[in-house]
C-alpha cells in the first residue's frame, strides 16, 4: 500500500493494513478509498483553514452502511469525522493532522425518501442538498423555510447538525424548530429511528433535540423528517435608508406589531457595508438616494389568501415607519427581478469584504433588544484598541445574530495579520458578547474553530454537562474528535 501525506496516519501498519481492507470488504471500492487525490478536496475546510489528514474516505450508501462501518471503526478504535457538503464555517467537518480517523462523507445517501403533501412533511437523507430540498417542495406547491448562502452545497445532514440558521429564523426559526425527526447512527453502530413526527410525546428526553446542534459528536443523522410550509403566493421586498441602529430596531418592532406572521425576513446592513457591495458586485445599484447610515432589508410574504391584500400592507408598514420618524427614505421592489436585486446586495457583503482585505468574521448573537447597543458601543471599542480597523456589524437583527466582522488595516500581510492581531481581537470579540449575554456562535457552529473560545468563555456547569453526555455517548471519543468539547 502507498501512502501520501493526506494518508499518513501514527497508526501501526499491520493495524492499517487490517482495518482498511475489512473496510474495502464492507463498502467497495466505491464506498470506500484511499486514493489521495479523490480524498483531497474534502480534506481542507470552506474557508481554507483547516486542513488534515485520514485513512480514508468511507461514503455510504445508506444508513445500514453506516451503522456497519461505525460498528468497524469503533471495533478498530478508529476515529469517524462525518461531513456532508463540507460548506462549514468552524471547521468541524476537517479531520485533523494526526491521520488517524476516517472522513465518512453522507454525500451518496441523497434520497426524498417520502414528501406528504397533505400534512406538509419531508423525509430525506442526510446527503440531500439544500437546493434539491427546495425544488422538491416547490414542485408540491410547498417550501422549506431555511434558505442560506451555500444552499448550494449544504446538506441536511450538516444543517441539522450544525442548527443552521437564515435569512428565514425571525418566522420559521432555525433547524430546531424545522426538525420533526431523525434516524442517527451511534457510536456503537446502533440506529435511533425516530423519524415519524408526533405533536405530543412524552416518553423522557426529546433526543432527536440532543442531536440537533451537537456538530457529529453524538451521532450521525443519517436522515431526517422536516416541517414543510405553503408556497409563498407573494411577497413584498422594501428598502429602508435609517439614521441608526436603533432606529432599525424601531422599525423591525413596528414592521412585526403590522405585519404579524407575513413578516419573513429583516436583515440590516451599515453604509460601509452597502458601499462596499455596490463596488464589488457588477451592475449593481443604489435601491434609494441619500446617505444613509443604516440600511434595512425588510421581506413580506402572503398565501393565497391574503396575496392582494400585501402591496396595501407593505405601504402601511412604510407609511407608519416614515410618520414616527424611524426611516428617512424608502422602496418597495417593483418586480421580481428588483427584490432578487435588493437581497443580492445583502447576499454579497461577504465576498464584496473580502475584496477589500482579510478580517476576522465573528457569527454572534446577544439578547435581540441589546443587539443595537451592542453594535454601536463595541465597534468604537474594538476600533480604538486596533488603529486601523473597522468593525462592521450585519445581519439577521430580528434573532439578535449580527455578523460582526472586524477588517484588518490597509496594507497588512493577510496570513501574519490573522494569526497575530486576528486572533487577539477575536478574543476581544468574545469577551465583549460574552459580558453582554450572549454567544460566541449564533449558527455556524463551535467546530474546532471556536473550541478554545468556548472552554475559556462557556458556563463551567453547561461545560461539565456537554462533556458527561459525550462520555456516555461516546465512551472511546470516536465522533469528531477535538470539535465542540
Not at 432578487?340 to 445583502?346: D, I, P, Y
Request: proline letters at 5%; hydrophobic letters at 45%.
Amino acid at each position: 500500500m502507498t501512502s501520501s501525506p493526506s494518508l499518513q496516519s501514527d497508526l501501526p501498519d499491520d493495524r492499517l493494513g487490517h482495518f482498511i481492507a475489512a473496510a474495502l470488504a464492507l463498502l467497495g471500492q466505491r464506498g470506500f478509498t484511499t486514493d489521495a487525490d479523490q480524498i483531497a478536496p474534502w480534506l481542507t475546510d470552506w474557508r481554507g483553514r483547516f486542513t488534515g489528514r485520514t485513512l480514508g474516505l468511507a461514503s455510504p450508501a445508506c444508513t445500514d452502511e453506516v451503522a456497519a462501518i461505525v460498528r468497524l471503526c469503533a471495533a478498530h478504535g478508529v476515529p469517524i469525522v462525518p461531513q456532508g457538503g463540507n460548506s462549514g464555517m468552524s471547521g468541524g467537518a476537517t479531520p485533523d493532522e494526526s491521520g488517524t480517523a476516517i472522513v465518512l462523507s453522507l454525500r451518496r445517501m441523497n434520497a426524498i425518501r417520502e414528501l406528504d403533501r397533505s400534512a406538509r412533511t419531508v423525509t430525506c437523507e442526510a446527503g440531500v442538498v439544500l437546493q434539491v430540498l427546495h425544488e422538491a417542495a416547490e414542485r408540491e406547491n410547498l417550501r422549506f423555510p431555511l434558505s442560506l448562502g451555500g444552499k448550494g452545497s449544504a446538506t441536511v445532514g450538516g444543517l441539522i447538525s450544525t442548527n443552521a440558521g437564515g435569512t428565514q429564523v425571525l418566522r420559521h426559526g432555525s433547524m430546531r424548530a424545522l426538525t420533526l425527526g431523525v434516524e442517527a447512527v451511534l457510536p456503537d453502530g446502533s440506529v435511533l429511528n425516530q423519524l415519524v413526527p408526533l405533536k405530543k410525546d412524552n416518553r423522557g428526553f426529546d433526543l432527536k433535540q440532543l442531536l440537533i446542534g451537537s456538530e457529529g459528536t453524538l451521532g450521525i443523522v443519517t436522515a431526517a423528517t422536516l416541517k414543510l410550509e405553503p408556497a409563498v403566493a407573494a411577497r413584498a421586498v422594501l428598502w429602508a435608508g435609517l439614521g441608526s441602529l436603533p432606529q432599525a430596531r424601531g422599525l423591525l418592532l413596528h414592521a412585526e406589531a403590522l405585519a404579524g406572521q407575513a413578516l419573513e425576513g429583516f436583515e440590516v446592513l451599515p453604509r460601509h457595508s452597502l458601499e462596499a457591495v455596490l463596488d464589488y458586485l457588477p451592475g449593481a445599484r443604489r435601491p434609494i438616494e441619500g446617505d444613509h447610515a443604516w440600511h434595512a432589508l425588510i421581506e413580506l410574504v402572503a398565501d393565497a389568501d391574503a396575496a392582494d391584500r400585501l402591496p396595501e400592507l407593505a405601504e402601511r408598514v412604510l407609511v407608519g415607519a416614515m410618520e414616527q420618524g424611524l426611516i428617512a427614505d424608502a422602496t418597495i421592489a417593483s418586480s421580481e427581478a428588483q427584490a432578487e436585486a435588493f437581497w443580492a446586495l445583502r447576499e454579497n457583503i461577504a465576498p464584496a469584504e473580502r475584496a477589500i482585505g482579510p478580517a476576522v468574521q465573528h457569527d454572534i448573537s446577544v439578547p435581540v433588544a441589546l443587539m443595537p447597543d451592542f453594535v454601536e458601543q463595541t465597534a468604537p471599542e474594538i476600533e480604538a484598541a486596533w488603529p486601523g480597523t473597522k468593525a462592521v456589524g450585519f445581519g439577521h437583527l430580528g434573532d439578535g445574530n449580527i455578523h460582526y466582522h472586524v477588517l484588518a488595516p490597509a496594507g497588512v500581510d493577510a496570513a501574519s495579520w490573522q494569526a497575530g492581531d486576528g486572533k487577539a481581537i477575536s478574543r476581544m470579540v468574545h469577551d465583549l458578547v460574552t459580558q453582554w449575554g450572549g454567544s460566541i456562535s449564533a449558527e455556524h457552529g463551535i467546530g474546532q474553530l471556536k473550541r478554545d473560545e468556548l472552554a475559556r468563555l462557556g458556563d463551567p456547569v453547561a461545560l461539565a454537562l456537554l462533556r458527561a453526555v459525550k462520555n456516555a455517548l461516546d465512551p472511546q471519543g470516536l465522533l469528531n474528535p477535538g470539535k465542540l468539547i
